[in-house]
């Protein structure tokens, strides 16, 4: 069974700093590229950012660009998103994602989600 589970989340001042983790199990954590996304309340789910099986590449929404960033640790098979400079308008859920391709088949997992909340 997968299971994700994000932690880190909060109550923090603009301009401050939050590092969320993710901790995956029930899966081979190196073969996943993983994935940040955030969903706000009435708007849709937003990515966020990304990062590869071996972590040599990432990607990054463009608000974020430049304020985050994803990393991971395949030996405890976690992911972290370091968030910097922190503005009210990324309050949001924000949610860890795991996906691979294995010949036509895709297979994606979510956690259930952290609150953020970025006070002005």
């Known amino acids: 069974q997968v299971q994700l589970v994000e932690s880190g989340g909060g109550l923090v001042q603009a301009g401050g700093s939050l590092r969320l983790s993710c901790a995956a199990s029930?899966?081979?954590?190196?073969?996943?590229?993983m994935g940040w996304f955030r969903q706000a309340p009435g708007k849709e789910r937003e990515f966020v950012a990304a990062?590869?099986?071996?972590?040599?590449?990432?990607y990054y929404g463009d608000s974020v660009k430049g304020r985050f960033t994803i990393s991971r640790d395949n030996a405890k098979g976690t992911v972290y998103l370091q968030m910097n400079h922190l503005k009210p308008e990324d309050t949001a859920v924000y949610y860890c994602?795991?996906?691979?391709?294995?010949?036509?088949?895709?297979?994606?997992?979510w956690g259930q989600g952290t609150q953020v909340t970025v006070s002005s």
């Open positions: 994602n795991a996906g691979v391709t294995e010949g036509l088949m895709t297979y994606t997992y």
């Open positions: 029930g899966l081979t954590f190196s073969n996943y590229g």
């Open positions: 990062i590869g099986w071996s972590g040599g590449s990432t």
